[in-house]
């Protein structure tokens, strides 16, 4: 096999806060994140042990957001929900829980540029370096349609992410950088919603 791309995740960082690197050390306790990781090592095993890959790519995905994506997902579900009137979010925890993830449009033009890179060979972080906290994904979508929108919080999470990508592999080496900030991609998920009657209410 000439080249592969493994979709890793940045879960593997679980349980680390702040900056994080393919290089960092890491020893996530989430079961996903686990498995994750134990298939990079496959991965790289079967390239330079059994020299049965010839390069490879293994990309702690951060996540992607946009049309067509699943309904449970947090863009989707919520942004529907304020397109429907609903102007009151209880939200599980502080809301300062980071999440780190690009438009679909970006993660395609990501991977397009992983899958053409014959002849690499390492890990790679592929986030958009801009992450947004829950709190800001609700007052992101009230901008955008114009609304206002209280927020209450209670409870706690067991996931709570604080760690931040600075690996520049995807610029440095492939150049790459995600083209959308969260509000812009935002505001092209909202068109999408309204152009294919998927919305419900008034858009912005």
Known sequence: MAHIVFVSSGAV????????TPSTPVAPRLPYAISKLASEQYVRFFAERQHAVDSYANVRFFGAYGPYEPERKITTRWLRAVMAGERSFTLR????????FMYVDDAVDAFLALATAAGYSGTVDLASHAPVSVNDVVQTMARVLGVEISVAHQGHTEEFIQFISVDRTMRERFGFE?????EDGVRR??????REGSGVGQSA
């Open 178 to 182: 995600p083209k959308a900030s969260f």
């Open 13 to 20: 960082y679980d349980g680390l806060v702040g900056d994080v």
């Open 189 to 194: 998920l909202h068109a999408h919603f309204v």
């Open 93 to 100: 925890g502080n809301g300062q829980n980071l999440i780190d």
